[in-house]
């Protein structure tokens, strides 16, 4: 997700790691209601995504701790940007920590802004899992961004099966990048799907790309492939192929209002029946793709 952006169901909080397919778990936190992946290997093992804050990172050491088996994570996977994804990464300390080129590119500049969000709202927000507590550490977090980026792909070896990282274009963000097994079909999508709220449109969204991202993402899944979403439960490939014909349709209604005679301020307060999700919710898409097929003055 991106700040505090949609409000989502109360987590179903796992309290822990559960196994999804061999040697491949998640666990799902109440704050920010957000999955971290783990995957085991002969090499040790990688992390998917650390949560929002350095203590929330430690916690995620201590559930893997918890686990009884003599884990060392040597690799932090990040699926995009975003501090409740990343902010725990300084908790991982000999880990070589992974993002695609343009999460090293926006990692300091993401983190102030976020912070910046929160120094002026540090209110608890219930809707969202989080107490003043999760707030200020937060904020306190020393941030620390990728050691290895990638453009397009990157494999990590971890002896017996190898954890790929596939960068298809733009979408919730310019980096998310899907991390696949594929030994075992899981693939974890970061918040290019969500599950317990609909996707996250914030003011860093690339609206009117964000489906065909998706779409070939999906060319790797199989009707039997794990997805698991930055927020909620698992998914199958038919879930995320709905809710990239639901992005997709929110592409084609801003498409169609930039193209046609109204204003921006118009765009941004018309219903229409084709908009899956509540027009609330759209305006940094609205406004975001309004940008986007906007030509460049010379
Ligand atoms: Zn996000």
New binding site residues.
Partial sequence: ??AQATPRAAAESTRGFVEVADRVFVARYRQWDVNVGLVLGRHGAVVVDTRASDVQGSQVLDDIRRLGRDIEVRHVVNT?V?F??TFGNAAFDTATVHAHDNVGRTTEADAERIKAAFRADPGAGPEYGYTERDAAEVMATVVRGPDRTFGSNATIDLGDRVVTMTYAGRG??DGDVAVLVPDTDVMFL??LVEESAHP?F?DDCWPLEWADTLSSHLIQAADRTVVVP?HGRPVDGAFVGRQRDEIAAVAAVIRERRLGLGSLEEALRAPDPRLPYPLDDLGSAIRRGWDHLTPPTP
């Fill in positions: 997700m991106s995009h975003h409740d994804h919730h963000t970061g918040d996250s914030g930055g």
